[in-house]
């Protein structure tokens, strides 16, 4: 439920003159009007809350950089559509954006949908920077990855650096220590790849993967999970842990069958879970049997000044705590990082069209190796900019330095639900540096 929406419009106009005042708008000679940004969101099927509250959070973001003057007093304007969680239809839902209009996209959320729709990008020349989309086939370079032309970005950490995290805090930093494991993951690009990835790191320290258990996403039910959960009962031996490889909604189904209404089928089994269960809808609905449970998810700073920008203009708006939104800062990064390349470009290439090429390598471009500035900083940022200085965008979810293909690096966390169910719990904090040098 918003609240102060119908303050929004004056906000904006009152924010634009400000900062018109202060940093001059409309002084490129070029095209006016609103710039056409786009959201690609799964409001709907297995990641249906995350898809919800990346609406919640594009809308903040593009209010908040409409407030503050816009790209050179030009206002962005938010176009969503709903990609179901369907890898099969994201190139389609994108191509609906493109043709009405956007010259850039947040999202899609997932490797699959990625998979599906960075063709559609390079094609139409309309870069897209995926918010949570954590497959490692998509960070290598063509021939063996994405031959995308430059124009998927990911401003979250891949799975090869999660597979390393989990396995090196069972295997080694958890008490007890964990050395027998099943792992039960989506079919998927994001649950192979990572499946993998902790697979490779696990074994290196000597655990053993015992089961492997594939299930096809978006379960209809708890029933339609039952299977899955039956290859673990039948399992002989037990694993100690059944690790979690699933986006929430079939987390959710998954966890539910195996709990059975209160009386687990396999009683005392430990869960291990990844990003995809760390969400407000997976919290809300888990099952009871699994507080105190834990698993691993990008993080970022909480106490940095550039979160707190987040936080403020995210709860000024909406009723809900932003803390438990795993991916949140990572899509209010997204429409910051596109926004200054989109003021980047207008200032280096004044007169044209915005987005293409120009803006595709913009967006690395105000990501790193510049003076340091974060939202909270926007108006210093945009005057930097237009001054031709060199930037660097460094957001909520931290740093955002893209490199050659388009990836960033961060840190994880161990994260566990509370005894009382109601939140998580920070149990551990790994920085990317220290993961990789694992």
Same mark, same amino acid.
């Given at each position: ?47 249906? %809350?995350? /898809? ?17 003057? /816009? ?19 994201? /190139? ?8 009405? /209009? ?61 597979? !390393? ?21 989506? $079919?998927?690009?994001?649950? !192979? ?23 096809? &996403? ?21 694993? %100690? ?7 929430? &909604? ?58 707190? %920008? ?11 705590? !932003? ?34 090429? $120009? ?47 388009? &990836? ?31």
């Amino acid at each position: 439920m918003t609240k102060g929406a119908s303050m929004r419009a004056l906000a904006n106009v009152v924010g634009a003159i400000g900062v018109c005042v202060a940093i001059g708008c409309g002084g490129d000679d070029g095209p006016s009007g609103p710039v056409k940004v786009g959201l690609l969101a799964p409001k709907t099927g297995a990641l249906m %809350e995350v /898809g919800e509250s990346f609406e919640r959070v594009a809308i903040v973001a593009v209010d908040s950089i409409n407030a503050k003057g /816009g790209i050179g007093g030009r206002d962005l304007e938010l176009i969503v559509e709903d990609t179901e969680t369907n890898a099969d239809t994201a /190139g389609a839902k994108l191509q609906g954006l493109i043709d009405q /209009g956007v010259v850039a996209v947040v999202g899609p959320a997932t490797s699959g949908e990625v998979t599906n729709a960075w063709p559609v990008a390079r094609d139409n020349r309309v870069p897209i920077i995926s918010p949570s989309s954590t497959a490692p086939s998509l960070s290598r370079p063509a021939p063996t990855g994405p031959d995308d032309d430059g124009y998927m970005f990911r401003n979250v950490p891949d799975d090869e650096i999660q597979g !390393i995290a989990m396995a090196y805090y069972l295997k080694t930093l958890r008490t007890p220590q964990v050395s027998n494991v099943a792992v039960l993951f989506e $079919n998927s690009p994001y649950g !192979i790849g990572l499946k993998n990835a902790f697979k490779t790191s696990f074994e290196d320290l000597t655990g053993v993967v015992a089961l492997e258990v594939p299930f096809e &996403q978006n379960l209809v039910d708890a029933a339609a999970a039952t299977p899955a959960i039956d290859s673990l009962v039948n399992a002989s031996p037990q694993p %100690e842990m059944v690790v979690l490889i699933a986006l929430e &909604q079939d987390a959710v189904k998954l966890v539910s069958a195996w709990d059975n209404s209160g009386s687990p089928r396999i009683a005392d089994m430990q869960w291990f879970m990844t990003d995809g269960a760390r969400s407000g809808g997976f919290l809300s609905a888990a099952p009871m049997s699994l507080r105190g449970m834990c698993g691993t998810a990008p993080t970022f700073p909480v106490n940095g000044l550039a979160y707190t %920008e987040l936080q403020t203009a995210y709860e000024a708006s909406y009723d809900d705590s !932003i803390d438990a939104q795993v991916f949140a800062p990572n899509v209010w990064d997204g429409f910051h990082l596109l926004a200054a390349a989109m003021v980047h470009q207008s200032v280096n290439h004044s007169g044209e069209d915005l987005g293409g090429a $120009n803006l595709r390598d913009a967006i690395t471009t105000v990501s790193r190796d510049g003076q340091t500035f974060h939202a909270g900083q926007w108006r210093d940022l945009i005057s930097a900019l237009r001054s031709r200085n060199d930037v660097d965008y460094d957001g909520a979810a931290g740093p955002n330095d893209f490199d050659v293909v388009g &990836q960033t690096v961060g840190p994880y966390e161990v994260w566990c639900i509370a005894g009382d169910g109601a939140s998580f719990t920070q149990a551990l904090f790994l920085d990317a540096a220290d993961i990789q040098a694992l």
